[in-house]
């Protein structure tokens, strides 16, 4: 996206230098990049203390003794979630929606996705 901005010169070169950039753009960039990935960082850091890891080796037999379980798929996941709202327009008493409008929501659905 082209995006006209007023950026103070010597903090620019000191971007540039700092990050050896060779064009602003580069320095934008980069520095948009950090702020989304300090705060994906952040999100982590607030998991702190809530995960347990057990790295030994009875744990690592364990898992591999266990069953995998299959995560479910994007097409069960549809299913599901159609099916559940299937149920509730059928509680609720409204009426179906036409064959074409169920095709263009669908297509709709489609090019969000």
Do not use: C
């Not at 952040?42 to 069953?67: M, N, Q, V």
Request: no cysteine.
């Amino acid at each position: 996206m082209r995006t006209n901005i007023v950026i103070d010169d010597k903090l620019m070169a000191q971007a540039m230098a700092a990050g050896g950039f060779k064009t602003k753009r580069e320095a934008v960039e980069a520095g948009l990049k950090l702020i989304k990935r300090r705060h994906a960082y952040a999100d982590i850091r607030a998991a702190r203390g809530t995960l347990f890891w057990d790295d030994s080796d009875e744990a690592w037999a364990k898992s591999r003794a266990e069953p995998a379980t299959e995560l479910p798929t994007r097409a069960s996941q549809e299913a599901a979630s159609t099916a559940e709202l299937t149920d509730t327009i059928a509680e609720l008493g409204i009426a179906a929606p036409k064959p074409a409008v169920r095709q263009r929501r669908k297509a709709e659905q489609r090019r969000a996705a």
